[in-house]
């Protein structure tokens, strides 16, 4: 498209200002920093000013204006692929976490809330079992003394015989590895079922 041709028109930032329909002098400066709108060094009453050429001027900031909602478009499109990025990232860094949780859990550095459970309800049944069986293994012996304090320190006896048995309880990490590798199968058993 050729050029056409204006007669020199100059105004200053105020009347470009009412011309383009900013509410602000600040917008026309930005614009003009940016390099849409352009001044020229004119002499008004033997000084030089900044002015701005009308028409050039309005041709600019219409050119501007048409080309803004491709760059929008781009900065749209860019900030997807930022988006799907992050989102990658992020998924990997929690597939990245959960594969050194489990590291730390088949070496026995951290266990799971149901493993711990099922241990621990292991041994308070060891314990009632003990406990349960102490009236049958004391009643002949009891019965068979004369005074309570004989009975009494036979059921003391047994019930310390219990808690230094309970004393010698110690963690053993090959139960817990044992377990989890039980239950990791018993996982991917029943995941590839589903599949």
């Given amino acids: 498209m050729p050029e056409i041709a204006f007669e020199e028109n100059y105004v200053d930032v105020k009347f470009i200002k009412r011309v383009l ?4 002098v600040r917008r026309v400066q930005q614009l003009t920093q940016d390099g849409v709108l352009n001044t020229c060094e004119v002499k008004v009453g033997g000084r030089k000013a900044s002015r701005y050429d009308l028409f050039p001027s309005v041709i600019s900031y219409i050119k501007y204006l048409k ?3 491709a760059k929008a478009q781009g900065n749209l499109k860019e900030q997807k692929i930022i988006e799907k990025m992050q989102a990658e990232i992020d998924f990997k860094s929690a597939k990245a976490k959960m594969a050194e ?4 859990e088949l070496a026995g550095h951290m266990h799971a ?3 711990v459970e099922k241990m621990t309800a292991d041994l308070c049944l060891a314990v009632r079992s003990m406990l349960l069986a102490l009236p049958g293994q004391l009643a002949v012996d009891v019965a068979a003394v004369g005074t309570a304090t004989e009975a009494q320190v036979i059921i003391k006896d047994a019930v ?3 808690l230094d048995e309970l004393s010698r309880y110690e963690y053993d990490p090959k ?5 989890v590798l039980e239950r990791k199968e018993w996982q991917d058993a029943s995941e590839e079922s589903s599949e």
């Fill in 67 to 69: 080309a803004r909602p």
């Fill in 160 to 162: 310390c015989h219990i």
């Fill in 175 to 179: 139960e817990y590895r044992r377990r």
């Fill in 101 to 104: 949780i489990e590291l730390d």
């Fill in 113 to 115: 809330a149901e493993d």
């Fill in 21 to 24: 329909g900013f509410e602000s």
